[in-house]
Nanobody, 122 residues
Framework: QVQLVESGGGTVQAGGSLRLSCAAS???????????GAWYRQAPGKQRELVAI??????NYADSVKGRFAISRDMAKNTVDLQMNELKPEDTAVYYC??????????????WGQGTQVTVSS
């Protein structure tokens, strides 16, 4: 019904910036509505952690990225972006988007992207 496609990952030096994008698209059905959007990350040997979340009411950030990252939601493009500035080596991880999306057939369902690698060199 819905597919999330992530882009924007890569390798940067410490202090650099990257912008991740998560685009929702229909694999079947007539239309979708993007509700809550979030970005998670998982480093090797560590648990997956919530980085940022955006709703129609608010945004929240993990303390470790507060002031450096910004999450945004574009309802027209069905995208959730994560602007990452002042990147640190400890930001290195696979980043996953997680969107709650409503469709006429399935109702509200959480969907996961496949993950995109972000590597920050020292």
């Amino acid at each position: 019904q819905v597919q999330l496609v992530e882009s924007g990952g890569g390798t940067v030096q410490a202090g650099g910036s990257l912008r991740l994008s998560c685009a929702a698209s229909l694999t079947s059905g007539s239309w979708l509505r993007l509700n809550t959007g979030a970005w998670y990350r998982q480093a090797p040997g560590k648990q997956r952690e919530l980085v940022a979340i955006v709703t129609d009411r608010y945004t929240n950030y993990a303390d470790s990225v507060k002031g450096r990252f910004a999450i945004s939601r574009d309802m027209a493009k069905n995208t959730v972006d994560l602007q990452m500035n002042e990147l640190k080596p400890e930001d290195t991880a696979v980043y996953y988007c997680n969107d709650n999306i409503w469709t006429p057939s399935a109702g509200s369902v959480d969907y996961w992207g496949q993950g995109t690698q972000v590597t920050v060199s020292s």
